[in-house]
């Protein structure tokens, strides 16, 4: 069974950092690409950042120079640090896994979801 789990959520202050992480077990994630999207009240479940098994990352706009994307291949882990966060960065964080996705930031190539963390940022 395939699952992904994150952890690391929480509450932080507006300008403050934070690190969230995704297990994933279950299966082989070679070539699979792992990635963060995240959802806020009223909106739809947006891409955040992603990397490709190779190493090679994409980022959001919007937290593009703010946010940072690893995994470790050999442990099937991937963390995202959460910088100079600002409210707007408020939501539930979900971490997937997509078979090697021409557009890793389309939500719908992703086959396997966690169950996410919420990350509210104070003001």
């Known amino acids: 069974q395939v699952r992904l789990v994150e952890s690391g959520g929480g509450v932080v202050q507006a300008g403050g950092s934070l690190r969230v992480t995704c297990t994933a077990s279950g299966r082989s994630f070679a070539n699979y690409v792992l990635g963060w999207f995240r959802q806020a009240p009223g909106r739809e479940r947006d891409f955040v950042a992603a990397?490709?098994?190779?190493?090679?990352?994409y980022y959001g706009d919007s937290v593009k120079g703010r946010f940072n994307i690893s995994r470790d291949n050999a442990k099937n882990t991937l963390a995202l640090d959460l910088n100079m966060v600002e409210p707007e960065d408020t939501a539930v964080y979900y971490c997937?896994?997509?078979?090697?996705?021409?557009?890793?930031?389309?939500?719908?190539?992703?086959?396997?979801w966690g169950q996410g963390t919420q990350v509210t940022v104070s003001s």
């Open positions: 997937a896994a997509a078979p090697t996705p021409w557009d890793v930031t389309n939500r719908r190539a992703y086959e396997y």
């Open positions: 990397q490709r098994w190779s190493g090679s990352t």
